[in-house]
């Protein structure tokens, strides 16, 4: 490499002319990573950044665009201290927006779905045991109370499902965790909620086995028992795919 292509100061390197906007958003991410750009840091504008990267300013607009859209950078027009373009603080939902596409688009396996959830869920389960607080116990109870319904239809109850497992790995007070745990669930939502419907006749039992796990999941949380909250969920996960294959994958 030569020393136009280096900057030990860690600072904006060239990318050559022929490149996409994805390499000027591969320096940005870089100047982030590395700790040059921090959340409220201010870019540089367009038409220097442009020049001090050897591209187009559209080539700089369009990489931009793509991590406002991502939730990276906050973009403001106009000449107070508010304007230009800089680094935004990566909300949890904006997180969980990313992950959660991700793992729909990718079309992983079922196996990997599986085992994915198991160890977040798990983890959490066992974190929760530990320290969930007086809240997020009411906040389970009162999910499970709902789900007890018997006029219930099966999109609610998918709709109280997905929301129990994402105040249980919040209960685990791990935020990343927490996090990859609602991108995976919220991205099974669709085919769950297919699953459900396809069932026929036979959804009665198989709600009536996950508002028991759900339950059994909660009482050892009260008991404090992280072993034995992390073996139920486990269980239930598990137990949950076994009867019903025809999921496929998380796409």
Do not use: C
């Amino acid at each position: 490499m030569t020393g136009s292509e280096i900057d030990e100061r860690g600072g904006w390197r060239p990318v050559a002319r022929a490149r996409t906007y994805e390499l000027v958003i591969d320096r940005i991410e870089e100047q982030i990573v590395g700790g040059q750009l921090g959340v409220g840091d201010r870019l540089p504008p367009e038409r220097e950044l442009a020049q001090m990267l050897g591209v187009s300013r559209a080539a700089v607009r369009e990489a931009f665009r793509a991590l406002e859209a991502q939730g990276v950078l906050r973009m403001a027009v106009g000449t107070g201290p508010d304007s230009g373009t800089t680094v935004a603080a990566l909300t949890s939902q904006a997180l969980t927006r990313l992950l959660r596409l991700h793992v729909g688009l990718a079309n992983f396996p079922l196996r990997d779905v599986v085992e994915a959830r198991v160890a977040l869920e798990r983890a959490s389960a066992r974190s929760a045991a530990r320290g969930a607080s007086a809240e997020d116990l009411a906040e389970l109870d009162a999910m499970l109370a709902e789900m007890d319904d018997p006029g219930l239809d099966r999109d609610r109850f998918n709709e109280l499902d997905t929301a129990f497992h994402v105040a249980l790995a919040e209960a685990g007070g791990n935020r990343l965790v927490a996090d990859m745990t609602t991108a995976i669930r919220e991205s099974l939502r669709r085919p769950l909620r297919q699953a459900f419907h396809d069932l026929g006749d036979a959804w009665e039992v198989i709600a009536t086995g996950l508002r028991e796990d759900h339950r059994r999941i909660v009482a050892a949380l009260r008991e404090g028992d992280a072993d034995l909250a992390g073996q139920r969920v486990e269980d239930h996960i598990r137990g949950f795919y076994a009867k019903i294959p025809g999921i496929g994958s998380a796409g």
